[in-house]
């Protein structure tokens, strides 16, 4: 069955790095996603990987993909308050009108 | 220039009540979606539409009851409210993959719904 995993928690000290991780199930998942959601706000796209690629860089975000393990990381660098959130963690089979299925969400809490 | 949007923002109201939630995208977008956050902030699934068509209707009551009037609307409709109806529910758009390789979600800010 589908299942994504992540943990619930995660603090660090402004300017740090954070490294949010999550695991997946479904070896047939041909994107991974990232969303953030603010509090009280909707859900923000961070960024995607396809699953042929190992790594994908934007600004200060990095996502790594070790398909073999079905491990999925977000590393932001420099963390800041902004950065406050809950960040989910999302797989798809790109198929028209097929779910995201989604991990229960990591909250990042960044202390100045 | 709002890509998903969703009205209401906030909605408050009693056990037994019918309600909507409307939901429009401009981003061109063949597929729309509905989810529903739960107070432990899990997303799951509730339906899918492309170009009008229902795709996913998951184990979802049947007092819920989607209506896609076009390919930019994806209405919610839901009978009888209950107490556990409460939660936030997203309305969500992509495009075909075919077009643009990938099917990225876009979501819209959500509805508050509180069923007393």
């Known amino acids: 069955g589908e299942d994504v995993e992540q943990s619930l928690f995660l603090s660090v000290r402004e300017g740090d790095s954070s490294v949010i991780n999550c695991t997946y199930t479904?070896?047939?998942?041909?994107?991974l996603y990232w969303y953030k959601q603010e509090p009280g706000a909707g859900l923000q796209l961070l960024t995607y990987?396809?699953?042929?690629?190992d790594m994908k860089q934007d600004q200060r975000l990095t996502v790594l993909l070790n398909k073999k393990d079905k491990h999925l990381s977000l590393r932001i660098a420099d963390t800041q308050t902004g950065d406050s959130a809950i960040y989910f963690c999302?797989?798809?089979?790109?198929?028209?009108?097929?779910?995201?299925?989604f991990g229960k969400g990591t909250t990042l809490s960044v202390s100045s | 220039d709002t890509a998903v949007s969703q009205t209401p923002k906030y909605l408050v109201t009693q056990m037994g009540n019918d309600k909507s939630i409307k939901c429009e995208q401009n981003?061109?977008?063949?597929?729309m979606y509905w989810y529903k956050q739960d107070s432990k902030k899990f997303l799951k699934i509730m339906f899918s539409?492309?170009?009008?068509?229902?795709?996913i209707n998951e184990t979802v009551p049947n007092r819920f009851s989607p209506k896609s009037p076009d390919k930019a609307h994806l209405n919610l409709h839901i009978n009888s409210l209950e107490l556990g109806d409460s939660a936030v529910y997203f309305c969500?758009?992509?495009?075909?993959?075919?077009?643009?390789?990938?099917?990225?979600?876009?979501f819209g800010p959500g509805t508050r719904l509180t069923v007393l």
């Open positions: 969500a758009s992509s495009q075909d993959s075919w077009i643009t390789s990938t099917d990225t979600q876009y």
């Open positions: 479904d070896s047939s998942s041909t994107y």
């Open positions: 990987i396809f699953s042929n690629m």
């Open positions: 999302a797989e798809s089979k790109n198929q028209a009108g097929t779910a995201l299925i």
């Open positions: 981003l061109g977008h063949d597929t």
């Open positions: 539409y492309n170009n009008k068509e229902l795709i």
